[in-house]
């Protein structure tokens, strides 16, 4: 299991890789479910060029490791990786990256959005939107 | 009797401050709970409705205890993972995901 809090740019398939070729064992996994949150580029909507992503260090690992310990109770898993994007965000960049490994797919996937949703409602990140007027701060997520 | 106090987001903009230390020196009262350390914090700023409290880290209620040491923050709802807009709803939808 792994988190990782990232304050530059990351790539999303290189950690995968990374991670499955160092952590996990060839021929005991036979699902990955993977999920990637990506900023767009804004063609509808508020002109926003940007934005900056706030957390609480120290709580935000421990609410990321306390939904991985959760998953695995809950599914069988082979491993969980999860990597967060905080400082200066720009458009096309990833945010967020979730990444589950399982014997069966059904666990993968079902343990993949787990992560996600859990960690938008739980984790203690914050966003603010930078503007050409200045900067706004994102109220609330919503669901999936 | 210390303890650390922290804002974060838009409250830590509210309040004007990111961290404090509130001790002896700073007239701690003796029994509080973490909606008298907001007050004694925020110069008695009201709370925000939607202020979410942790102690030690670990999502607490504003009537929990608070102890010697203990590290208080407050902050609002939390907005990580995919992006999905101001406000949300239909109109994040065209350009999160």
Redesign the interface.
Known sequence: MAIKILSSAFDPWHETQQHQQNQLEAGKYGATASFVGTMRDFNQGDNVAGMTLEHYPGMTESYLQKICDEAEQRWPLIDCLIVHRVGEIHPNDPIVLTVVWSAHRKAAFEACRYLMEALKTRAPFWKKEDMAEGHRWVDKNTPG | MSITV?F???LREQVGKAELILDDASDLQSAHDIQSIWNQATENMPMPDNTLC?IN?E?SNTDAPVKDGDEV?F????????????H??H???????
């Open positions: 922290k974060f987001a838009r942790a880290m999502y923050a902050f609002p709802p939390v907005t990580g993972g995919s992006y999905l807009g101001h949300g709803g109109h994040g939808n065209n350009h999160g995901n």
